[in-house]
């Protein structure tokens, strides 16, 4: 053999223990650039103009803890996080209640793998639209001539017009109950569809009755969709602000409303303050739905 060979065999050795070695790393880099680039540098930018020194008509980068002391000093704006708070649970509650027993019909009941899809597709064929138009239609069905009433009426199941319906916290959490169920209905079905249909005909044969086959084996496999969906419903009600301002009137204000007063207001610091509380509560919400279940391991 050659040297001009030898020497080639031994660099495309060297290539491949390298690629082999650092491979992974080189694949991960742009993702790790990108999170790092649109992710970390603007979190840590937030924290820190969230320090800056507010006053009415500027802000300058002397450092100060006066935004923060403001935010959870007042009622309004310490209210507004309870509020939030309050309006996510109740919302994740009802996307449950709701999206779980139509999951478990589509991944459960329906066997047929088309009619499936086909169920899952009318899931979300309202977001064929534009999610303004979905929220705003809305106030035609819950003013007080609107079609709920009038329907209601109509039937005599009501004497007057039900004036709760609109402009409310109810309406509210109307509008994010229909827009963010069909969430928490996709991963649970996926869930309940990968169930392995011999494990219930073993249950069944075994004596088990139906709710003890959904006790010990369907909810337990299904856990990860209800967390997976848990985090989608939880992330996108807790930033919610156009719902609220559309179906409240203004009357109804999270986080995400006072985050968008304020940067109209160009008061980047109070803005800074409560989006670092707003990342912090869904960091802590993330965090306690993943100690629930091992995505890793389940999924």
């Known amino acids: 053999m050659s040297a001009v060979a030898e020497r080639q065999i031994k660099s495309d050795a060297h290539k491949e223990s390298f690629w082999r070695r650092n491979g992974q790393y080189l694949l ?3 993702g790790v650039f990108w999170m790092l680039l649109f992710l970390v540098v603007p979190l840590i ?4 103009v969230s320090f800056w020194t ?3 008509f500027a802000i300058n980068s002397e450092l100060t ?3 923060w002391v403001t935010f959870f000093a007042s009622e309004t704006y310490f209210g507004a996080l309870i509020r939030t708070l309050r309006i996510w649970l109740i919302v994740l509650a009802l996307t449950f209640v709701i999206g779980y027993p139509t999951a478990l019909f589509i991944g459960q009941f329906v066997r047929n793998k088309t009619v499936q899809t086909a169920l899952l597709v009318t899931c979300v064929i309202p977001f064929w639209t534009s ?3 979905r929220v705003l239609a809305w106030r035609p069905m819950l003013g007080k001539e609107g079609a709920i009433n009038i329907v209601l009426q109509k039937f005599g199941l009501i004497a007057e017009p039900i004036e709760v319906l609109l ?3 109810l309406s509210v959490v109307i509008g994010m109950l229909q827009i963010y169920v069909v969430f928490m209905v996709g991963p649970i079905a996926f869930m309940l569809a990968r169930i392995d249909e011999s494990l219930l005909e073993a249950a069944r044969d075994l004596g088990a009755d139906a709710f003890t086959i959904f006790r010990k084996i369907i909810f337990p496999l299904s ?3 209800v967390v997976v969906g848990a985090i989608f419903v939880s992330v996108m009600v807790l930033g919610e602000f156009a719902t609220s301002a559309a179906l409240s009137g203004r009357k109804v204000n999270l986080l995400g409303n006072i985050i968008v007063t304020q940067v109209g207001s160009l008061k980047w610091a109070f803005a800074a303050v409560i989006g670092v509380v707003l990342t912090a509560v869904m960091a802590i919400v993330i965090t306690g739905l993943l100690r629930v279940v091992n995505l890793r391991k389940e999924l």
């Open 28 to 30: 991960l880099a742009p």
């Open 45 to 48: 930018m937030m924290v820190y």
């Open 54 to 56: 507010q006053t009415t």
């Open 65 to 67: 803890t006066k935004s």
């Open 131 to 133: 999610f303004l138009i």
């Open 167 to 169: 402009f409310t916290e």
């Open 223 to 225: 856990l990860p969709g």
